[in-house]
């Protein structure tokens, strides 16, 4: 079973590495987190929202992680954090590795939020250690209420589920009560938040919740 | 380099398994299409919208991908269309040895269509052959206009871009002109259909070019 023990051998590499972002993490005292998402979920939307509302509270980071292209860091770089892109060059999803050398390239010690963008996709980033605290899966309305039956793996690995686009309620059959549901089935312990980055319901809680997460320097 | 050698052979072993799925679907002449999207593109919709345009003129069959459940083939299944489930089991997407057994589960000499939904991930699908004679991939309006930018392997790899949800165009920032033109100077043989799943709009013109594809048995 030579395949399955390499497999085994890239994951432990990789935790090493996370282990090792984590601890410097810590030491800068910077929270991470590694938001997650299926493709135009509006996980960048969620990361500029978020700068907006901890502005003065919170200082932010951001790492953009995609396949190819730069459209999201040069997005988040308006408002002036401080931000790196990666391209995994056509890879699923980031890796504790590639997140190494865009940690070098922020100021950590000015830092108390690192907000981390992985590659769009629901399958490949679930349960893989970048070296972050908390790990948060975005869930917007237009993709239906059923996304937990369909990719589990996501959302029993996360500390939240954010639920987007809300604002498309009336337009969309989407039940929240059973999405809702559905998660705490799987995850009890996940906190969900409704928001919609187009209006800014919600984003408050969303970001009074990352904001307790910050020790202050 | 060891790890890019094994990489190497599982896609040789993968493209060798395709093409004898590819070979077993021409001699019962059965056109095979691969649906890949984001999670909740609606895939399973444009499955079904086909299946019902299609009625009398072209007998389908259906093959679902999901890492879990079998609630896409369970819908699918209420149209009377024979159709199988692949549960990947946490893989971002379907192979070719994941089809074969599927391919024996149904009842080839009765289909001229074969419509096998991947799993919904726009970019672990890209390019991996299952036996498949065209690839489709389904872009949804909430999704964004700048998909082409960040997943350039999976636009350039279709033969057809589906943009559904266009009933969501009047309350979404999505430019489908700049969205075209994107698809076109990756991938100008692309064939792009504008379709609602929710009102059939354009569904017609979509299920034309693949009936135009099915050879008569």
């Not at 432990?12 to 601890?23: G, L, P």
């Not at 954090?81 to 950590?108: F, H, K, S, W, Y």
Request: glycine share 8%.
């Amino acid at each position: 079973m030579a395949r399955i023990k390499i497999i085994e051998q890239v994951t432990r590499a990789n935790d090493q590495i996370a282990a090792q972002n984590r601890q410097w993490l810590d030491e800068q005292k910077v929270v991470a987190v590694n938001l997650m998402a299926s493709p135009g979920a509006g996980k960048t939307s969620v990361v500029m929202r978020t700068i907006e509302a901890l502005r003065g509270r919170a200082r932010i980071g951001a790492i953009e992680g995609d396949t190819a292209s730069q459209v999201d860091a040069e997005r988040v770089a308006t408002t002036g954090v401080p931000v790196v892109q990666i391209n995994t060059g056509g890879g699923c999803r980031l890796d504790a590795n590639m997140v190494r050398p865009a940690l070098e390239q922020l100021p950590l010690d000015e830092i108390d939020l690192l907000l981390i963008e992985n590659v769009g996709n629901l399958v490949c980033p679930a349960g893989l250690a970048l070296g972050e605290h908390v790990n948060v899966v975005i869930a917007s309305i237009p993709e239906g209420d059923d996304k937990p039956y369909k990719y589990p793996g996501m959302f029993l690995v996360v500390d939240a589920v954010v639920i987007n686009k809300i604002d498309l309620l009336p337009y969309l059959d989407f039940d929240v009560p059973a999405f809702r549901e559905l998660v705490a089935g799987l995850n009890p312990k996940a906190r969900i938040f409704e928001v919609s980055c187009k209006t800014g319901e919600g984003i408050g809680e969303w970001t009074e919740w990352l904001a307790g997460m910050c020790p202050r320097k």
